[in-house]
């Protein structure tokens, strides 16, 4: 028997088996392992294949699948305006990713407007951009996010 080691897509915790449980032995909530996109695929940049492996053990955007949570999510924008710009779109598919340098934004609520926020690899926020956008705090917002340390994003003192 191979013996297959799993992660839970809601609470993280790891296990080993050799079959694939309908339920996380430490939440008890119906689970499947979380698959390793990374691993998987030779992803051509390694700031995404991070990502992926954030995103994938989101509970939201572990799940998604229409379209699947992948390489293809992702596009890079040029320049922060461009970024704003297509938050402001809104009604993204979850798993839609967009980044510019090591900041990353992944919608977590299919067409919600709810941003899965990673800076230094660090997921640190859900923040729901189109408001931020709405009321101006946009430049603001940014400027301190591109600006954050690790350990800011870690604290939410950004």
Not at 113 to 134: M, Y
Request: hydrophobic share 35%; net charge negative; with cysteine.
């Amino acid at each position: 028997m191979q013996v297959q080691n799993n992660t839970c897509s809601y609470c993280g915790a790891t296990w080993q088996s050799g079959y694939v449980p309908d339920e996380c032995p430490s939440c008890g909530n119906e689970s499947r392992p979380i698959r390793s996109e990374a691993a998987e695929l030779a992803v051509s940049n390694p700031d995404i294949a991070r990502w992926i492996e954030i995103g994938m053990h989101n509970p939201w955007i572990g799940q998604s699948w229409d379209p699947t949570f992948g390489e293809a999510s992702f596009a890079e924008c040029a320049t922060t305006d461009e970024l704003r710009d297509k938050l402001a779109h809104g009604n993204w598919c979850t798993g839609t990713a967009f980044y510019f340098g090591d900041l990353c934004l992944i919608e977590q609520t299919n067409g919600g407007g709810e941003w899965l926020t990673i800076r230094h690899g660090i997921a640190f926020e859900s923040i729901s951009f189109e408001l931020v956008i709405k009321h101006g705090e946009w430049d603001d917002l940014v400027r301190r996010l591109l600006a954050a340390t690790p350990e800011q994003c870690k604290s939410y003192t950004y």
